[in-house]
């Protein structure tokens, strides 16, 4: 066997509401596969979010704006387990089902935002999260708040420097990254422009922007 085909494989998921989708998720994505050498970066909405309200757009449309968003960009994918499960979107059950297809060896990476990360010690089973995978932290502008107590426990001696570590084990570490390009772009901003009937273009793909303003969403 040669070394490529040794390789275990390499997959991520960023799960997310995509409440739609813009360039800050699209870019990291993009970002996060190539630092990673990640076959594949599985984009996840989440149907019901377990931490925050109900989006006024329905799954299957986030979706499908997601699908427009990555076009043909090599290496992304949609991944609808979230939308045809039932019940809340838990990560940890995300994982699990990836976990189930890709084998014990494979390198499972849940990835996420500054943001998310600071409540992730709030996650339904977060211990259950690292038996799974490991966890690699996107910075994001504007997001450094310090961490609070029951999340230092969570992660207590879990941190690794570099990619190459992590790499070593299947899951079970974290690590924090930052990406070359950092936007300051957030689905909140998306929204609130397209309440006040303000310009999108160059914050979201033209496909998405497009498909927005045909249907009249956040509008
Ligand atoms: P909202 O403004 O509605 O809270 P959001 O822009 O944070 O939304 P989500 O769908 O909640 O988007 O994000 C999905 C994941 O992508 C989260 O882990 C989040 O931290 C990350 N993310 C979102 N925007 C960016 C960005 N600009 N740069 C890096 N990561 C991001």
């Known amino acids: ?15 997310g509401t995509f409440d739609p989708v813009h360039m800050g998720h699209l870019r ?47 290496g992304l994918a949609v991944d609808d387990r979230e939308i045809t499960r039932d019940g809340p979107s838990y990560s940890a059950d995300t994982l699990a089902s990836l976990r189930e297809e890709l084998g014990p060896q494979a390198r499972l990476v849940m990835a996420l935002g500054h943001d998310a990360y600071l409540n992730l010690a709030e996650w339904h089973e977060p211990q259950r999260l690292f038996d799974l995978a490991h966890i690699v932290v996107i910075d994001r502008p504007d997001h450094d708040r310090p961490l609070a107590p029951a999340l230092q426990e969570l992660v207590a001696g879990r941190e690794v420097s570099d990619v190459e570590t992590l790499m070593q084990a299947p899951a079970g570490s974290l690590l924090a990254l930052r990406l ?40």
Request: hydrophobic share 45%; proline share 8%; charged share 25%.
């Open 180 to 219: 070359p390009t950092r936007m300051a772009i957030s689905a909140t901003s998306i929204r609130e422009r397209l309440r006040r009937g303000d310009s999108i273009r160059y914050l979201v793909p033209e496909a998405v922007e497009r498909d927005l303003l045909a249907r009249g969403l956040y509008a």
């Open 1 to 15: 066997m040669c070394a490529a085909e040794a390789r275990p494989a390499r997959v991520a998921m960023l799960g």
């Open 28 to 74: 990291s994505a993009v970002e996060l596969r190539e630092a990673l050498e990640l076959d594949r970066v599985h984009m996840v909405p989440a149907r019901v979010p377990p931490h925050r309200a109900t989006p006024g757009v329905s799954a299957e449309r986030r979706a499908a704006l997601l699908a427009l968003g990555i076009g043909d960009t090599p």
